[in-house]
């Protein structure tokens, strides 16, 4: 993606276009907020710098293998748990953030766009996205409310099981 603008808001403008990307982690951000404003903090300040991580990690090591199956299962994982709704500790949602955010990140600098202005844009937005939906979840009081973010994880899940039927297809 390129904007015209450099790279960091290439990175930010790669973030919102590509739904590989931003699909888990608006899952993530409604999970952890459904769980309250720990699970919240927890999911905010894991994924930005996992993602920075496995970024350089991406460019530092090369990986010339790719495993597309591995980001809709994790998206589906993600949907289905704002779906369901069940408890989930703090370092929980900081370990899938970390999972996510390492993955996702290798998966940017294998696709050569892993500049470190790119990976600081996708983890600005990403630290945004979090915070503003997380937050947004967390303070929901209604079952109603809480009910149309459960829909939303499904809709995401569903979204991901169409992502892992195109990584399936023959090329």
């Known amino acids: 993606m390129t904007t015209g603008l450099g790279p960091f808001y290439d990175g930010i403008a790669h973030f919102f276009t590509t739904p590989e990307d931003l699909l888990p982690v608006l899952a993530l ?9 720990r699970c919240g903090r927890a999911a905010l300040f ?3 710098p996992a993602w920075i991580v496995g970024t350089v990690s991406g460019r ?12 809709a299962v994790l998206t589906i994982v993600l949907g289905a748990l704002a779906a369901a ?5 703090a370092t929980a949602a900081a370990g899938l953030a970390v999972a996510l955010g390492l993955w996702n990140g290798i998966e940017l600098a294998r696709a050569g766009a ?6 600081l844009g996708v983890a ?6 979090v915070a503003i939906l997380a937050a947004l979840v967390a303070s929901l009081r209604l079952a109603w409310t809480r009910i149309a973010v459960r829909v939303a994880g ?8 169409f992502m892992l039927g195109w990584s399936l297809r023959p090329a």
């Open 85 to 89: 709704d069940r408890p989930l500790p």
């Open 46 to 48: 894991a994924l930005p």
């Open 29 to 37: 951000s409604l999970v952890a907020g459904l769980r309250g404003p």
């Open 154 to 161: 499904s809709w995401i899940a569903a979204a991901a099981l």
């Open 124 to 129: 600005c937005a990403i630290f945004a996205v």
């Open 60 to 71: 530092l090591f090369a990986p010339h293998w790719a495993w597309p199956v591995f980001s």
């Open 114 to 119: 892993g500049a470190l202005g790119n990976s």
